[in-house]
């Protein structure tokens, strides 16, 4: 079964909006990690945070893991167009992903 | 090389034919995964290999799926008697080490009709 669940759904803001995307999962971890699909393409990698680590930055996006509550965010800040895609978090455990069912984000210009 | 490779990127295939679907790792990455992904949403973990061994193969389905990483060859995964429901996108990815990140190839799109 699914372990990540990503919420919400779907998430349609303006440009230079932030979009905020949660991931709840159910077991011990190893890391979580955060993936963009862009439309009929390949996942690309956005960030990997350890299961002793609760907040980590890359550019405009920033993640909190909370192990207590199994829970993960991803903020995007000052959205761009170019940020619609669709959002997976993943949780590792002996080297597998496990993937949420995704958010879909669409950023109008 | 430096990105995941994967071949074809389009496969049709009849119910009952065989398929089969290759990818190259980055070059130095010693874990192979595959995953399929149905409708655009769900990821499925299949198979991972540390280098030429599996190392974790409890998402495949057996009978009809096999999948091999040999040395100085292209990794694949083939179905057997492929059915509608095996019509999906398969990803492949590689990662240095078994918790590291890993990069997904562009993946193969199966159609069964």
């Known amino acids: 079964s699914q372990q990540g669940e990503e919420d919400p759904q779907a998430l349609s803001i303006q440009e230079g909006e932030n979009a905020t995307m949660n991931c709840s999962y159910k077991?011990?971890?190893?890391?979580l990690q955060w993936y963009r699909q862009n439309s009929g393409r390949g996942l690309v990698h956005l960030i990997l945070?350890?299961?002793?680590?609760r907040e980590k930055h890359s550019g405009r996006l920033r993640v909190t893991l909370d192990t207590s509550k199994k829970s993960s965010s991803l903020l995007i800040t000052a959205s761009r167009a170019a940020d619609t895609a669709s959002y997976f978090c993943?949780?590792?455990?002996?080297?597998?992903?496990?993937f949420g069912k995704g958010t879909m984000l669409l950023v109008s210009p | 090389g430096e990105e995941v490779a994967q071949t074809p990127k389009h496969l049709v295939r009849g119910e009952g034919q065989k398929a089969k679907l290759y990818c190259a790792p980055i070059?130095?990455?010693?874990?192979v995964f595959w995953y399929q992904q149905v409708l655009k949403n769900e990821f499925k973990f299949l198979i991972s290999?540390?280098?030429?061994?599996?190392?974790?193969e409890t998402g495949m389905p057996k009978e009809r799926f096999s999948a091999k990483c040999l040395p100085n060859s292209p990794c694949s995964l083939e179905i057997q008697a492929t059915k509608l429901e095996d019509s999906a996108v398969y990803f492949c990815?590689?990662?240095?080490?078994?918790?590291?990140?890993?990069?997904f190839g562009p993946g193969t799109r199966l159609t069964v009709l």
């Open positions: 945070i350890r299961s002793n680590e």
């Open positions: 990815a590689s990662s240095q080490g078994g918790d590291n990140e890993q990069f």
């Open positions: 993943a949780t590792e455990g002996y080297s597998t992903l496990t």
């Open positions: 077991t011990s971890i190893n890391n």
């Open positions: 290999f540390q280098n030429e061994n599996v190392f974790d």
């Open positions: 070059k130095g990455h010693s874990y």
